[in-house]
């Protein structure tokens, strides 16, 4: 998988995007970095990473992906604050998946927080299709 294309549509191979976030060697600079690769972790499987990456105040205790989703696009449609020199961002976004059912999509603006431990995850209002 590291030298395909990455999952969150950098256009980068997965070991010079995600990857390293993944692994715990990199930390992501900004929330939009956060969430692309949050949803590069939906794409591979990757369900330690999302928990690691959920702030502790809204984490749930385990997470179970679904093996019959396979996401395949994510579209950014809007970023607010989130850069390397804020303490809150919000990201808007579109993800594409396929499974048993057909396609659908999931549309989110989600929030995010950086702290001592990063950028994190809080949550984020959610419309799905399909």
């Given at each position: 998988m590291d030298v395909a294309r990455c999952p969150c549509s950098s256009g980068l191979t997965y070991a010079d995007c995600c990857a390293p976030l993944h692994r715990g060697t990199a930390r992501a600079g900004t929330a939009e970095q956060l969430m692309r690769?949050?949803?590069?972790?939906f794409a591979v499987?990757?369900?330690?990473?999302?928990?690691?990456?959920w702030h502790p105040r809204t984490r749930p205790a385990d997470l179970e992906l679904d093996d019959d989703l396979r996401w395949y696009r994510l579209d950014v449609?809007?970023?607010s604050a989130g850069g390397v020199f804020d303490t809150d961002g919000t990201v808007e976004f579109e993800?594409?998946?396929?499974?048993?059912?057909?396609?659908g999509s999931l549309h989110e603006v989600s929030?995010?927080?950086?702290?001592?431990?990063g950028w994190q995850y809080v949550d984020g209002d959610v419309t799905t299709s399909g």
């Open positions: 690769s949050r949803f590069s972790a499987g990757d369900a330690d990473y999302l928990l690691r990456t449609l809007a970023t993800a594409f998946h396929r499974g048993p059912g057909g396609r929030r995010f927080v950086r702290g001592s431990d």
